[in-house]
């Protein structure tokens, strides 16, 4: 199974800050046939369930905010919050969908400063 | 909008059996590849199989925690999937969520609330 390493575990950020998160795959999740990354990012708000932000390592989810960027390619990713809103406190998940099964990793925890 | 209603939790003694439901509105439920995820109360998220659409065969496939011990299963009739979980551990104790995915490519778009599972004896 793909390994998936988020870091930092958490960060705190002022509201309009930025805020950064890594990811990072144990294997490649670039396929050359297609040239797309098959990552994809996760929010869970506390008592929520998770919901899909980000695909093909970039692409944000229809109606999320356009502070949520994704980059990277290969094992190495990132997830950037451009401008903290209070609303943004959660959990983000990054998530490999190159191959079965498709796994997550551990999480980190986005709180304000 | 689409809605993913899970029931059919609860608590259960370890070897015991218990059947989970999903209950899809919103969307052509047939038309929908479904999983099933589950997270222990404040940790990470374990996917735990899925099950095609009836055109692409309907077939099934699961992790390997649970394989051999979970089998989901559709009745797009009712648009309601459904996960049998047998000879349950306390390691099983989690919340388990249904979701969607659009294009068969384990992205999951939609997911529903969730439903506690305990297993303790």
């Known amino acids: 199974d793909i390994v998936m390493t988020q870091s930092p575990d958490s960060l705190a950020v002022s509201l309009g800050e930025r805020a950064t998160i890594n990811c990072k795959s144990s294997?490649?999740?670039?396929?050359?046939?297609?040239?797309?990354?098959?990552l994809a990012w996760y929010q869970q708000k506390p008592g929520q369930p998770p919901k899909l932000l980000i695909y093909w390592a970039s692409t944000r989810e229809s109606g999320v905010p356009d502070r949520f960027s994704g980059s990277g390619s290969g094992t190495d990713f990132t997830l950037t919050i451009s401008r903290l809103q209070a609303e943004d406190v959660a959990v983000y998940y990054c998530?490999?969908?190159?191959?079965?099964?498709?796994?997550f990793g551990q999480g980190t925890k986005v709180a304000i400063k | 909008e689409v809605q993913l209603v899970e029931s059919g939790g609860g608590l259960v003694k370890p070897g015991g059996s218990l059947r989970l439901s999903c209950a899809g509105s919103g969307f052509p439920f047939n038309n929908a590849w479904m999983s099933w995820v589950r997270q222990v109360p404040g940790k990470g998220l374990e996917w735990l199989g899925r099950i095609k659409r009836k055109t692409e065969g309907g077939t099934t496939e699961y992790a390997a925690p649970v394989k051999g011990r979970f089998t989901i299963s559709r009745d797009d009739s009712k648009n309601t999937l459904y996960l049998q979980m047998n000879s349950l551990k306390t390691e099983d104790t989690a919340i388990y969520y249904c979701?969607?995915?659009?294009?068969?490519?384990?992205?999951?778009?939609?997911w529903g609330q969730g439903t506690l599972v305990t297993v303790s004896s």
């Open positions: 998530q490999q969908y190159a191959s079965s099964p498709p796994t």
């Open positions: 294997q490649t999740l670039l396929y050359n046939f297609n040239n797309k990354n098959y």
């Open positions: 979701a969607t995915e659009n294009y068969g490519d384990y992205v999951l778009h939609y």
